[in-house]
């Protein structure tokens, strides 16, 4: 509900700050003293088009700022997640405006666009008035409001659950039909492709097991070639090069020539010695690399088809556009829109059952909830009827239509659309509410839909503005006796000349009009004799009697 109003520098009112309660609150005063721009001051604060007209003479800005306190589920603080504003204990909406007309607007301090004010004001606040109407004239709301009257919640969850699954299958058979198309558009690319691949047949992990392979077989084969390199050192196949052995032999066979006949020669033994051990390790050494090579694994052919089949594999890879490791799952996909071509057709078929099927369950659905909402819409209308006669519209007769909608149209709320319509005298056609009725017909219409909708809104406060006006005696009474019952649901303010309906109030605003160097507007509660004081003056006009101090009595007591 509203918790307070301030407003600074608007027209008439310097600087004001009134405090709201529960229940039914009455603003009253003479005609100019500024019950408007109250209204005008709050709407600024909801969003209404800003007009620097509204600024205080010798001011160079105007301010509102209207507290509320919803309820913890209120539908405000999901819209003020969504927008990321933090939940505080209230909602403060926020406006400043400039003399040039630029306004600013606020939500707890964050600065926002206007259009949010006005989303937030709509869940907050409805404005019922002569010239102004927010929440029921809106047809965009009659079908959410009959429904929450008397549509029972399990039939339209119902319809909602058929309609989800409808909207499921026809995505479905949407998907289908989108892959069979995509298949046949790339027939030929994607059966090269599938072919390719399954030529290739790239297994899991391939790609680092030929590296590794590849790795191992360069290295063996550059030790094969090392070896067989040292080998050639030893035996040169150029037989007029003379090897490392062949050499040996020649210098122990000169050393030999040295010695006498039958004997040996002393000093030339030692290194003829050291020439027979050479002989020996270097025949060693070549039986040694001879072994190395005959075991050596090189196999340059194994090696060539090691790195083609990992060239094919990149080079596969790199034509997709993928890695090697995703080749698997590309031809995976790739084959299934490629068999698409051949199941899609019978995927399509059942699909397309599918969607009949649920198509038909929408249909009956949709069917229960149309009756549900014709019998909803025939206890609105009695409901309103018996509400109109009190209030002086007992020729006016409220319809409420309901129209079908083409299929194309349906949502989960329904293959219907709401309207309520009204005709104000016999004959006439029942018309749009805001069209047909005058403005004191339309604000006590309202009235009556709100005492027979309380339940079904989600609005906290509800404003009416002079909703009485040109009536009085027992239609007035009628109207007080409304008021205070939709103020036992939720809060309601009223600005009003009745006296009938200001007594029905729990709480009483005198709005007033001080003259001096500059006029100002003033407010003041009243309780006890001086709310007792005005409402005699409201019965009597300028000369308060003691006889209609008796009749403010009356309208006084319980």
Same mark, same amino acid.
């Given at each position: 509900?509203?918790?307070?109003?301030?407003?600074?520098?608007?027209?008439?009112?310097?600087?004001?700050?009134?405090?709201?309660?529960?229940?039914?609150?009455?603003?009253?005063?003479?005609?100019?003293?500024?019950?408007?721009?109250?209204?005008?001051? !709050?709407?600024?604060?909801?969003?209404?088009?800003?007009?620097?007209?509204? =600024?205080?003479?010798?001011?160079?800005?105007?301010?509102?700022?209207?507290?509320?306190?919803?309820?913890?589920?209120?539908?405000?603080?999901?819209?003020?997640?969504?927008?990321?504003?933090?939940?505080?204990?209230?909602?403060?909406?926020?406006?400043? $405006?400039?003399?040039?007309?630029?306004?600013?607007?606020?939500?707890?301090?964050?600065?926002?666009?206007?259009?949010?004010?006005?989303?937030?004001?709509?869940?907050?606040?409805?404005?019922?008035?002569?010239?102004?109407?927010?929440?029921?004239?809106?047809?965009?709301?009659?079908?959410?409001?009959?429904?929450?009257?008397?549509?029972?919640?399990?039939?339209?969850?119902?319809?909602?659950?058929?309609?989800?699954?409808?909207?499921?299958?026809?995505?479905?058979?949407?998907?289908?039909?989108?892959?069979?198309?995509?298949?046949?558009?790339?027939?030929?690319?994607?059966?090269?492709?599938?072919?390719?691949?399954?030529?290739?047949?790239?297994?899991?992990?391939?790609?680092?097991?030929?590296? +590794?392979? *590849?790795?191992?077989?360069?290295?063996?084969?550059?030790?094969?070639?090392?070896?067989?390199?040292?080998?050639?050192?030893?035996?040169?196949?150029?037989?007029?090069?003379?090897?490392?052995?062949?050499?040996?032999?020649?210098?122990?066979?000169?050393?030999?020539?040295?010695?006498?006949?039958?004997?040996?020669?002393?000093?030339?033994?030692?290194?003829?010695?050291?020439?027979? *051990?050479?002989?020996?390790?270097?025949?060693?050494?070549?039986? !040694?690399?001879?072994?190395?090579?005959?075991?050596?694994?090189?196999?340059?052919?194994? /090696?060539?088809?090691?790195?083609?089949?990992?060239?094919?594999?990149?080079?596969?890879?790199?034509?997709?556009?993928?890695?090697?490791?995703?080749?698997?799952? $590309?031809?995976?996909? /790739? +084959?299934?829109?490629?068999?698409?071509?051949?199941?899609?057709?019978?995927?399509?078929?059942?699909?397309?059952?599918?969607? @009949?099927?649920?198509?038909?369950?929408?249909?009956?659905?949709?069917?229960?909830?149309?009756?549900?909402?014709?019998?909803?819409?025939?206890?609105?209308?009695?409901?309103?009827?018996?509400?109109?006669?009190?209030?002086?519209?007992?020729?006016?007769?409220?319809?409420?239509?309901?129209?079908?909608?083409?299929?194309?149209?349906?949502?989960?709320?329904?293959?219907?659309?709401?309207?309520?319509?009204?005709?104000?005298?016999?004959? @006439?056609?029942?018309?749009?509410?805001?069209?047909?009725?005058?403005?004191?017909?339309?604000?006590?219409?309202?009235?009556? /839909?709100?005492?027979?909708?309380?339940?079904?809104?989600?609005?906290?406060?509800?404003?009416?503005?002079?909703?009485?006006?040109? =009536?009085?005696?027992?239609?007035?009474?009628?109207?007080?006796?409304?008021?205070?019952?939709?103020?036992?649901?939720?809060?309601?303010? $009223?600005?009003?000349?009745?006296?009938?309906?200001?007594?029905?109030?729990?709480?009483?605003?005198?709005?007033?009009?001080?003259?001096?160097?500059?006029?100002?507007?003033?407010?003041?509660?009243?309780?006890?004799?001086? *709310?007792?004081?005005? =409402?005699?003056?409201?019965?009597?006009?300028?000369?308060?009697?003691?006889?209609?101090?008796?009749?403010?009595?009356?309208?006084?007591?319980?």
């Amino acid at each position: 509900m509203l918790v307070a109003l301030s407003i600074r520098d608007v027209v008439l009112i310097d600087r004001l700050d009134l405090a709201f309660g529960p229940g039914l609150t009455v603003l009253t005063g003479e005609t100019g003293a500024g019950k408007s721009i109250l209204l005008d001051s !709050l709407g600024l604060a909801l969003g209404a088009r800003a007009d620097g007209g509204l =600024i205080r003479a010798g001011c160079v800005q105007a301010s509102v700022a209207a507290r509320f306190a919803p309820a913890p589920e209120h539908p405000a603080w999901a819209l003020l997640a969504e927008h990321g504003i933090a939940r505080e204990e209230e909602i403060v909406l926020r406006r400043v $405006l400039a003399a040039d007309g630029r306004s600013r607007g606020f939500v707890n301090d964050e600065p926002v666009g206007v259009a949010l004010l006005r989303r937030l004001a709509a869940l907050l606040v409805e404005v019922q008035g002569q010239h102004e109407q927010m929440g029921l004239a809106d047809e965009g709301s009659h079908r959410t409001l009959l429904d929450a009257y008397a549509t029972p919640e399990t039939v339209l969850e119902a319809a909602r659950a058929a309609h989800g699954k409808w909207r499921e299958a026809a995505a479905a058979l949407a998907e289908a039909e989108e892959r069979v198309a995509s298949a046949e558009r790339d027939r030929d690319f994607l059966t090269h492709a599938v072919e390719e691949m399954d030529a290739l047949a790239p297994e899991e992990g391939e790609e680092e097991r030929l590296a +590794a392979e *590849r790795l191992r077989l360069q290295q063996g084969e550059r030790r094969a070639e090392a070896i067989a390199s040292a080998l050639a050192e030893l035996t040169p196949r150029d037989r007029r090069s003379q090897g490392p052995a062949a050499a040996l032999r020649a210098a122990s066979r000169a050393l030999a020539r040295l010695a006498p006949a039958g004997g040996t020669d002393a000093a030339s033994e030692p290194a003829h010695a050291a020439l027979a *051990r050479a002989e020996e390790a270097l025949a060693e050494a070549e039986t !040694l690399l001879t072994r190395l090579a005959e075991n050596s694994e090189a196999d340059p052919r194994q /090696l060539e088809r090691t790195e083609e089949r990992l060239f094919a594999l990149r080079g596969l890879a790199r034509k997709h556009g993928v890695a090697v490791a995703e080749l698997a799952a $590309l031809r995976a996909s /790739l +084959a299934g829109r490629l068999a698409a071509l051949f199941s899609g057709a019978a995927e399509v078929e059942a699909r397309s059952r599918a969607l @009949q099927a649920a198509a038909a369950a929408r249909r009956k659905a949709f069917a229960a909830l149309s009756a549900a909402r014709s019998d909803a819409a025939k206890g609105l209308d009695r409901a309103i009827a018996r509400q109109l006669p009190p209030l002086k519209l007992d020729r006016t007769r409220f319809v409420t239509d309901i129209m079908p909608l083409p299929e194309t149209s349906w949502s989960a709320e329904g293959a219907e659309s709401v309207r309520f319509l009204v005709a104000t005298n016999p004959g @006439q056609e029942p018309g749009p509410l805001a069209r047909v009725a005058s403005g004191g017909e339309l604000s006590r219409l309202m009235l009556a /839909l709100k005492v027979v909708l309380a339940g079904a809104s989600p609005v906290p406060t509800l404003i009416f503005d002079e909703v009485d006006s040109g =009536i009085g005696g027992a239609t007035a009474a009628a109207v007080g006796e409304r008021l205070a019952t939709i103020a036992d649901d939720v809060q309601v303010l $009223l600005v009003t000349h009745s006296p009938q309906v200001a007594a029905r109030g729990a709480a009483h605003l005198r709005v007033a009009k001080e003259s001096g160097k500059r006029a100002r507007t003033v407010v003041e509660p009243l309780d006890g004799e001086a *709310r007792r004081e005005e =409402i005699a003056r409201m019965l009597a006009g300028s000369r308060v009697t003691q006889a209609a101090r008796d009749a403010a009595d009356a309208l006084l007591s319980p």
